[in-house]
């Protein structure tokens, strides 16, 4: 049994050599560097914040929305 998360870590490398790092797994948890290794712990610190952030708004008790509907925006056709 594993007693760890594991996280692919996508890099890609831009015109001017800065590294980008993303995390699938994670929507919108990117980081970069100027090196792989500065991107890769960039990475690890971006993930330990999103993990945070996730639970801590997973903690929070839901609000009942104060109010529902639907908003229908119709756009006139020209012929």
Known sequence: MKSYQEYDIN???DEDGMF???VPAIRGCVAWGKTLREAYH????AIESCLEARAKVAARKPRK???AGLNIYRRPIHA
Request: charged fraction near 25%; proline fraction near 8%; aromatic fraction near 24%.
């Open 65 to 67: 929305p104060r109010y």
């Open 42 to 45: 960039n990475t690890v610190d």
């Open 11 to 13: 890099y890609f490398q």
């Open 20 to 22: 980008t790092a993303e």
